[in-house]
């Protein structure tokens, strides 16, 4: 069966010090992965996706992710968080479906950023 | 270049009424989707269009329809509502012809029932 796991509900962290919002995948398919952030009370954002090109993929406002396919993970990083960066971040894979696409979400990683 | 457009951003129904919400998608993309954002149930695929055919539903009751017109727009409908129907629905769109097509969101629109 196909899912999306983000392994923390919430991350806290202090401004400045690094992120780590994990992301774990299960397909039997070469999936598509994406990161997105939602600010409150907006729609959400891409900061980043994974295409089978480069493992490692840069996005906006300094986040990255690693696409390790051996621990099926795509785990999202920035080396100094800041305070704006407080939001909920949710993991989405895409696969071929029947007669098109599967979208699916994780369950989303809210962080909150301490001064 | 616009993004994806979603309307009326904020809406109060009363149970039983029924609810109809617009989206506009990107220029040049074929591929609108719908999901609905609870805080307990997080983000659900309600369904997807492309090319005016549905290609892809969740599972939610026959209350949730959708449809999808020759430029691209969608709209989705709820009859009877209920007071769990308060959500956020959030649209997306995206070209929709490979799983690697960035699907992009618009701002959603907030339905509450009372």
């Known amino acids: 069966a196909q899912s999306v796991t983000q392994l923390d509900s919430h991350v806290s962290v202090s401004e400045g010090t690094p992120v780590l919002l994990r992301c774990n995948y299960s397909?039997?398919?070469?999936?598509?992965l994406f990161w997105y952030v939602q600010h409150p009370n907006k729609g959400l954002q891409l900061l980043l996706k994974?295409?089978?090109?480069?493992?490692l993929v840069k996005g906006i406002n300094g986040f990255e992710a690693e696409f390790k396919k051996s621990e099926t993970s795509f785990h999202l990083t920035k080396p100094s968080a800041h305070m704006s960066d407080a939001a909920e971040y949710f993991c989405?894979?895409?696969?071929?479906?029947?007669?098109?696409?599967?979208?699916?979400f994780g369950a989303g990683t809210r962080l909150f950023v301490k001064a | 270049k616009a993004g994806v457009t979603q309307t009326p951003r904020y809406l109060i129904k009363t149970r039983g009424q029924q609810v109809t919400l617009s989206c506009s998608p990107i220029?040049?993309?074929?591929?609108v989707s719908w999901y609905q954002q609870t805080p307990g149930q997080g983000l659900q695929f309600l369904f997807e269009?492309?090319?005016?055919?549905?290609?892809n539903k969740g599972n939610f009751p026959g209350r949730f329809s959708g449809r999808q017109f020759s430029n691209s727009r969608s709209e989705m409908n709820v009859s009877t509502l209920e007071l769990g129907d308060s959500a956020l629905y959030l649209c997306?769109?995206?070209?929709?012809?490979?799983?690697?097509?960035?699907?992009?969101f618009g701002e959603g629109s907030w339905l509450t029932v009372v």
């Open positions: 994974y295409t089978s090109a480069a493992t």
């Open positions: 997306a769109s995206s070209f929709g012809g490979s799983s690697g097509n960035t699907i992009y």
């Open positions: 989405v894979v895409i696969l071929p479906f029947t007669g098109g696409f599967k979208t699916i």
């Open positions: 269009y492309f090319s005016e055919t549905q290609r």
């Open positions: 397909s039997s398919y070469s999936p598509s």
């Open positions: 220029s040049g993309h074929r591929s």
